[in-house]
C-alpha cells in the first residue's frame, strides 16, 4: 500500500512557475511509476506526465512539453512537477498517482492523492 500526499498547489499569475510536490509513504514507492493528472472543473481528468520507477523514462502530454518537468527523489519518496510558463488554462485540481501501469490512462495507476489546487490568474 502507497499513501500519496500532494502539496505546493496556489495561485500565480500568468506566465508564472510553481512547483508540486507528491510524498509517498511505504518502502515500496520505488517499485511504482508515477504520473501527474489535472482534472478542471466540468472537466474529465487529464494526463499531465509520468515517471518510471527508476526515473530514466518521462512521458508528457503535448501541451505540457517543454513547460512542465518530472523528477523523482527514491530516496526522499517523492515525485516533484515543476511547472513553469503557467496559463490560465492549466488552472485545475493536480493529483499524484502511483502504479505497477505505464502511460496517459488513469486505470494505470492504482493509488492516487487527495490532490491540489493550482489557479493560474490572467
Known amino acids: 500500500q502507497v499513501q500519496l500526499v500532494e502539496s505546493g498547489g496556489g495561485l500565480v499569475q500568468a506566465g508564472g512557475s510553481l512547483r508540486l510536490s507528491c510524498a509517498a509513504s511505504?518502502?515500496?514507492?520505488?517499485?511504482?511509476?508515477v504520473a501527474w493528472f489535472r482534472q478542471a472543473p466540468g472537466k474529465e481528468r487529464e494526463f499531465v506526465a509520468c515517471i518510471s520507477r527508476s526515473g530514466g523514462s518521462t512521458y508528457y502530454a503535448d501541451s505540457m512539453k517543454g513547460r512542465f518537468t518530472i523528477s523523482r527523489d527514491n530516496a526522499k519518496n517523492t515525485v516533484f512537477l515543476q511547472m513553469n510558463s503557467l496559463k490560465p488554462e492549466d488552472t485545475a485540481v493536480y493529483y499524484c498517482?502511483?502504479?505497477?501501469?505505464?502511460?496517459?490512462?488513469?486505470?494505470?495507476?492504482?493509488?492516487w492523492g487527495q490532490g491540489t489546487q493550482v489557479t493560474v490568474s490572467s
Open positions: 498517482a502511483a502504479g505497477a501501469g505505464w502511460g496517459i490512462q488513469s486505470v494505470a495507476y492504482d493509488f
Open positions: 511505504g518502502r515500496t514507492f520505488r517499485a511504482y511509476n
